[in-house]
T-cell receptor, first 112, second 113 residues
């Protein structure tokens, strides 16, 4: 069974630009969550999608948005990038039966 | 305010010894507490989950305890090996029914041969 796949693995963007990150969950998993990880703040929850609906949202500005498609793949978008958005963005998928989420390897975003 | 605290200093131990990592939380009433391992540049890997009504959980060389009165979880690795060197994260899941986790910042464990 393939794991959670995130693309791209690395990204360099300029302040003010926007970026879209992609996450393909494990086959059969309908829940996808996104997290931002920085050295200062650690792992912070962004949002969670289930069956194309956002079920929960963390405390991030509206520049951070996401969506989920009918095949459970998810994207997150960050608009008007700031230097502080530089981070490792992780997505995790989980099935309906268990509580264990499976994380992808993340997308390392650097904003210059 | 709500906090999850893990020892920010790295824990250095000798191979073969038992490593004990601590996770303390305040102003939360978690339904579950989870422990993860994270290697540099990789996503966290789930290790163990313990429910609020469980005191202890074991899996091979790993043991987790959960004291909801003290608001503390202890994570033990017995017979530690250099391959256990990594950052260990605790995470709380509130009983929201949704897959959202609140993470501590993690403790780095270094096991020397």
């Amino acid at each position: 069974k393939a794991g959670v796949t995130q693309t791209p693995r690395y990204l360099i963007k300029t302040r003010g630009q926007q970026v879209t990150l992609s996450c393909s969950p494990i086959s059969g998993h309908r829940s996808v969550s996104w997290y931002q990880q920085t050295p200062g703040q650690g792992l912070q929850f962004l949002f969670e999608y289930f069956s194309e609906t956002q079920r929960n949202k963390g405390n991030f500005p509206g520049r951070f948005s996401g969506r989920q498609f009918s095949n459970s793949r998810s994207e997150m978008n960050v608009s008007t990038l700031e230097l502080g958005d530089s981070a490792l963005y992780l997505c995790a998928s989980s099935g309906t039966g268990g509580k264990e989420p499976f994380f992808g390897q993340g997308t390392r975003l650097t904003v210059v | 305010s709500q906090k999850i605290e893990q020892n920010s200093e790295a824990l250095n131990i000798q191979e073969g010894k038992t490593a004990t990592l601590t996770c303390n939380y305040t102003n939360y009433s978690p339904a579950y507490l989870q422990w993860y391992r994270q290697d540099p540049g990789r996503g966290p890997v789930f290790l163990l989950l313990i429910r609020e009504n469980e005191k202890e959980k074991r899996k091979e060389r790993l043991k987790v305890t959960f004291d909801t009165t003290l608001k503390q979880s202890l994570f033990h690795i017995t017979a530690s090996q250099p391959a256990d060197s990594a950052t260990y994260l605790c995470a709380l899941e509130l009983n929201s029914g949704y897959s959202t986790l609140t993470f501590g910042k993690g403790t780095m464990l270094l096991v020397s041969p």
